[in-house]
T-cell receptor, first 116, second 113 residues
Framework: KAGVTQTPRYLIKTRGQQVTLSCSPI?????VSWYQQTPGQGLQFLFE???????NKGNFPGRFSGRQFSNSRSEMNVSTLELGDSALYLC?????FGLGGLDEQYFGPGTRLTVT | AQTVTQSQPEMSVQEAETVTLSCTYDTSENNYYLFWYKQPPSRQMILVIR??????QNATENRFSVNFQKAAKSFSLKISDSQLGDTAMYFCAFTRGNTPLVFGKGTRLSVIA
């Protein structure tokens, strides 16, 4: 069974641009979560989608948005990029939503975004 | 809001020795779940072990075990017979169940030959 895939793996953008990252969950998984990982702040939750609906949202500005498609693939978009948006963006999928500790989250390899 | 604290930014251990990574958390909930995740240099995060708060028995997965002290809100990870492949960042995480994972800042573990 293929794991969680994220594209692209590396991305370099300039300030003010916008970017879209993609995540394909494990086949059959319907929940997708996004995290931002930086050396200073660690891992911070962005949002979680289940069955095309956003179920949870982290404390990030409105420049960060996401969506989930009917095939459970998810995208996140960051508009008007800032230098501080440079980070590793991780996507995780799980079978269902709400089972918390009973339902393991499987992480993708991440997308390394560099904003110059 | 729940918080997770890992007080050891870096640790090292000799191959075949035992090492313990610390984690404390703050919550007013009675039912919740705790995890240890491993992130090797290749970056893919994988689940090492999980603990349900309602279970008194400490979880064990092969060489990995936890010491869960609910009253003290402590959740440490013990790695026995350390191997070079255990070199990674280790993250402690918490969830109430239907809430996102809250991660600690991580502990960088180096296993030395």
């Amino acid at each position: 069974k293929a794991g969680v895939t994220q594209t692209p793996r590396y991305l370099i953008k300039t300030r003010g641009q916008q970017v879209t990252l993609s995540c394909s969950p494990i086949s059959g998984h319907r929940s997708v979560s996004w995290y931002q990982q930086t050396p200073g702040q660690g891992l911070q939750f962005l949002f979680e989608y289940f069955s095309e609906t956003q179920r949870n949202k982290g404390n990030f500005p409105g420049r960060f948005s996401g969506r989930q498609f009917s095939n459970s693939r998810s995208e996140m978009n960051v508009s008007t990029l800032e230098l501080g948006d440079s980070a590793l963006y991780l996507c995780a999928s799980s079978l269902v939503f709400g089972l918390g500790g009973l339902d393991e989250q499987y992480f993708g390899p991440g997308t390394r975004l560099t904003v110059t | 809001a729940q918080t997770v604290t890992q007080s050891q930014p870096e640790m090292s251990v000799q191959e075949a020795e035992t090492v313990t990574l610390s984690c404390t958390y703050d919550t007013s909930e009675n039912n919740y779940y705790l995890f240890w995740y491993k992130q090797p240099p290749s970056r893919q995060m994988i689940l090492v072990i999980r603990q349900e708060a309602y279970k008194q028995q400490n979880a064990t997965e092969n060489r990995f075990s936890v010491n869960f002290q609910k009253a003290a809100k402590s959740f440490s990870l013990k790695i026995s017979d350390s191997q070079l492949g255990d070199t990674a960042m280790y993250f402690c995480a918490f969830t109430r169940g239907n809430t996102p994972l809250v991660f600690g800042k991580g502990t960088r573990l180096s296993v030395i030959a």
